[in-house]
């Protein structure tokens, strides 16, 4: 399986690096006031690429963060039960008459 999984990510690899090889034309990106950016165009697709992927991870991070608190919330009440139960367990046992 090891070996499936390397063989997977070397040809994703050579199949991305073909294609920045293939996309290796000029671009001007032109701005506000002026401002010209000049690069190649597998650049701007990759700045724009991990842009998109941080603002959908940001984006998600709200929703985390709250199931986390909650999960959080949970396990302390069941921590609570279980001792609750344990002390109530332990006062029976000590309620009961000996033999």
């Avoid at 991305?16 to 697709?45: C, I, R």
């Avoid at 608190?69 to 029976?92: H, I, N, P, T």
């Amino acid at each position: 399986m090891r070996y499936l999984i390397w063989a997977l990510r070397g040809a994703l690899f050579f199949v991305l690096l073909g294609f920045a090889v293939k996309n290796d034309q000029p671009v001007t990106l032109h701005y506000f006031f002026s401002y010209e950016w000049h690069t190649s165009l597998v650049v701007v697709m990759f700045c724009f690429f991990a842009l998109g992927a941080s603002i959908g991870i940001l984006a998600m991070m709200g929703a985390l963060l709250s199931q986390r608190r909650e999960l959080a919330g949970v396990k302390r009440e069941l921590q609570l039960k279980q001792k609750l139960d344990l002390a109530e367990e332990s006062s029976q046992l000590q309620k009961q008459p000996s033999d």
